[in-house]
């Protein structure tokens, strides 16, 4: 992985990390008040938290947090993936957000929310802008990430092949050297003892799949690489 493509990373998992968490406070903020009376008694006051209007934004933040964990653990298409994902938790947390900002308070569903008992009357249902306008802060935060994670996509390619299975080494090993191999016999038809052009890294991989990178192959090529 590049070092753009690193700092590309690092850059889209502190965005979706701010958004997670301002989706989380705003989820545990008020964001609606509403104020009724039942005609026995005095009005009562009621709260009702992000998580309660806008039941989404907890586990919107969760699927941040998950995300975070898929960026690092996937490549190439998954990656554009992950980040389609991202924009669709964005555009869902800041529905109701947006919704909340621009129109007034829906009385009949803050009484249901409110679990109201049916002879209650709403006085007033007022809501708490700065708790909405930051899970739109979040979704922007989120969004910015994903446009991010996609930009990185092409030259991501996850976690380093240190930590890939041992199958996996001695395939991508075996396939480096024929491919090597073949390359060398096809610039130099009919000669043999000719040095490969074997990469460095191919070397490695073969001493990792646990053959001997300088023995001839079938074609008499010498597998050790060029200094």
């Known amino acids: 992985m590049s070092t753009s493509a690193r700092r590309s990373l690092a850059v889209a998992v502190l965005l979706l990390a701010l958004g997670a968490a301002a989706l989380w406070a705003s989820s545990r903020a008020t964001w609606v008040r509403v104020v009724s009376s ?25 699927v ?13 298409r998954w990656t554009v993936l992950v980040a389609a994902v991202v924009v669709l938790v964005a555009v869902a947390a800041a529905i109701p957000a947006v919704t909340l900002l621009v129109t007034t308070v829906d009385v009949g569903r803050a009484a249901a929310l409110a679990e109201l008992p049916d ?23 989120a969004l ?9 996509a092409g030259s991501t390619r996850g976690l380093s092949s240190r930590y890939d299975a041992p199958a996996v080494r001695r395939e ?3 396939h480096a050297s024929e491919t090597s191999a073949s390359a060398a016999a096809a610039e130099r038809p009919g000669k043999s003892g000719d ?24 074609t008499g090529t010498d597998r050790t690489p060029e200094r």
């Open 119 to 141: 002879r209650a009357e709403v006085l007033s249902a007022r809501a708490s802008r700065w708790p909405a306008a930051l899970a739109v802060l979040g979704s922007l935060l």
């Open 144 to 152: 910015v990430g994903a446009v991010t994670i996609a930009r990185a």
């Open 38 to 62: 039942d005609g026995l008694g005095e009005p009562r006051a009621e709260s009702l938290l992000g998580a309660t209007w806008a039941a989404a934004t907890t586990p919107l933040a969760l």
């Open 195 to 218: 040095t490969g052009d074997v990469s460095e890294r191919a070397f490695w991989d073969a001493l990792d799949a646990g053959r001997d990178p300088t023995a001839p192959d079938a």
């Open 172 to 174: 991508r090993a075996e």
């Open 64 to 76: 941040l947090i998950a995300a975070i964990a898929a960026t690092f653990a996937v490549r190439g």
